[in-house]
């Protein structure tokens, strides 16, 4: 029989059949538009609300703190744009391995001379440089909004919110983090952490693709983004996806009532990887520092493979022939012939020009898989 192994759970996560369930249900029976004052409408309303108290439960904020977006990309967009058009914002401190929603954020808002941005050093295991943030915050008086990730989607690379979110309370900046990859895997507990605006995206967590949500503190002075009704307070129009929406608030409470669990189930599977690879292949390179359990995400290892040269085009054709799937640096890259911008700034320059391979694990994923990976990418390298 065909083996399927999917190890791209970094790019997208399979739904939880509870997920499905509920997102069913809504579609069958709470078809009325929620803007609308009929019973139908009502009861599309109470769902919507009763999945934001829910998701806001988790993060100890407020409910009306909790935007829905159509996912990362949008709410990233929304906080670098909003806060540079409403709030003031003259520089923008980010790094150069931030997801592409905000690297080409950042450049249009270079690009048409709306803020300066500056990037922020970071090292070879993926991690800010606290320091230079700190020396950053205070090189002028300009007004400063900082971006960074909280966890890095293609190395794992794992930031520290609350020192960051610390530096920019000292400093009078504010702090907006995409936890597209933290959210659902680590709690994150807003009342302690001062992070004044939070991206998340539901297909991360086992929820619904072109659904997330936005966290913005009170009063933060922000403008509509998308102009229209007055749906979400008037700061994001547009109907609501109710059952993306239900779907993506049972996903988060699936989350984070199995946290530990599954925490240890994925970080032991992560372990079993890295040992297994280490053993079998002697050559490899753990990127970043994905090796490194304290640091790196639990979720992913990103790995530069001791491949011939005249082999490397072939490595991920053979894995995709084997049933493998899993993603060449970043999946939002996958398709495309450019290589990854972010190990492109972490990689040694003796592993740039190998092949890396980014394999990211869920709670569906088993060690047998990982013997099956190791194996085929063992025989590939040997033949
Ligand atoms: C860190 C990070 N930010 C933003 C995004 C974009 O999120 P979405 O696919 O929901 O637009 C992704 C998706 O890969 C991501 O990993």
Redesign the pocket.
Known sequence: MERSVYFDN???TPLRKEVVDVMHDVLLNTYGNPSSTHSFGRSAKTQIETARKSIARHFNVKPQEIIFT???????NMFLQCAVRDLGIQTVITSKI?????IHAVDFLVEHNLAQVIYVKTNSDGMVDYEDLDRLLVADDSKKLVSL?????EIGSILDLKRVSNSCKSHNALFHT????GVGHYSIDLEKVQIDFL?A????FHGP????FSFIRQNSGLNPFIMGGSQERGLRAGTESVHNIVGMAKALEIAYSKLEEEQGYIRDLKSYAISQLKSSLPGIHFNGCCSDLEHSTFTLINVALPVQKSKAELLNFHLDLKGISCSKG???QSGSLKGSHVLDQVLPQEHKSKPSLRFSFSIFNTKEEIDYLVETLCSFIEE
């Open positions: 970094a790019a997208t159509s996912g990362g990309t949008e709410s990233d931030e997801h592409h929603a905000i990730m909280h966890v890095n989607n995409d936890a597209v990859q991206s995206a539901a297909h991360k693709k072109g659904v997330g970043s999946a939002c």
